[in-house]
């Protein structure tokens, strides 16, 4: 069965220095997502991507994260310089479409991202 | 506003015995609704979806929902736990504005399973 990938599963970084997240989304999906979940805290949504631009993103998702589809399958996260408060769990999620059944997101692994 | 609440932070049961989890919601429009299932150390696992139709849905490992408009619920049960079964659950809801999609999600309840 066709699934989410996200790599690296786990990423620790100093503060300020720059991570990239990254996720090969199902072959025939056409909308990505990202989401966050604190420690703690309930997922949170970042931003939704959909024909090579940004459809929507949150208040979270401010001018230190970039989203990008380098190829025709890899879908990365940038924060060019992290803070403490980024910690958290990283989700990437695709979708077939926005129709529907189609709407259902399918969720990667995550990436835990710990920032000192 | 549109939110996601799971009264039950935490519950715990005994192998074999019944479960139901909790959560309420709260959308302008027609809802679409899901659980989630995370196992220690995984993602995020679809369990089951509601679009619309038969209000009683049916989803993987045994569990259904059921989807009662007029109390804004979409329960999770599942007849008899078992101890694969201890994860956390969560419930979402599909919010949707002309072309963006995104999911509210609750805080999440925690099961434990007594062998």
């Known amino acids: 069965e066709p699934e989410v990938t996200q790599t690296p599963s786990h990423q620790v970084t100093q503060m300020g220095q720059e991570v990239i997240l990254r996720c090969v989304p199902i072959?025939?999906?056409?909308?990505f997502y990202w989401y966050r979940q604190i420690l703690g805290q309930k997922v949170e949504f970042l931003v939704s991507f959909y024909n090579n631009e940004i459809s929507e993103k949150s208040e979270i998702f401010d001018d230190q994260f970039s989203v990008e589809r380098p190829d025709g399958s890899n879908f990365t996260l940038k924060i060019r310089s992290t803070k403490l408060e980024d910690s958290a769990m990283y989700f990437c999620?695709?979708?077939?479409?926005?129709?529907?059944?189609?709407?259902?997101?399918?969720f990667g692994p995550g990436t835990r991202l710990l920032v000192l | 506003a549109q939110s996601v609440t799971q009264p039950d932070i935490h519950i715990t049961v005994s192998e074999g015995a019944s479960l139901e989890l909790r959560c309420n919601y709260s959308y302008g429009a027609t809802p679409y609704l899901f659980w989630y299932v995370q196992s220690p150390g995984q993602g995020l696992q679809l369990l089951l979806k509601y679009f619309s139709g038969d209000t009683l849905v049916q989803g993987i490992k045994g569990f259904e929902a059921e989807f009662k408009r007029s109390q804004s619920s979409f329960n999770l049960r599942k007849p008899s736990v078992h101890w694969s079964d201890a994860a956390e659950y969560f419930c979402?809801?599909?919010?949707?504005?002309?072309?963006?999609?995104?999911?509210?999600w609750g805080l999440g309840t925690s099961l434990a399973v007594n062998p």
């Open positions: 072959s025939n999906h056409l909308y």
């Open positions: 999620a695709s979708s077939e479409g926005v129709s529907g059944t189609q709407e259902t997101q399918y």
């Open positions: 979402a809801v599909g919010a949707r504005a002309g072309n963006n999609r995104k999911l509210i």
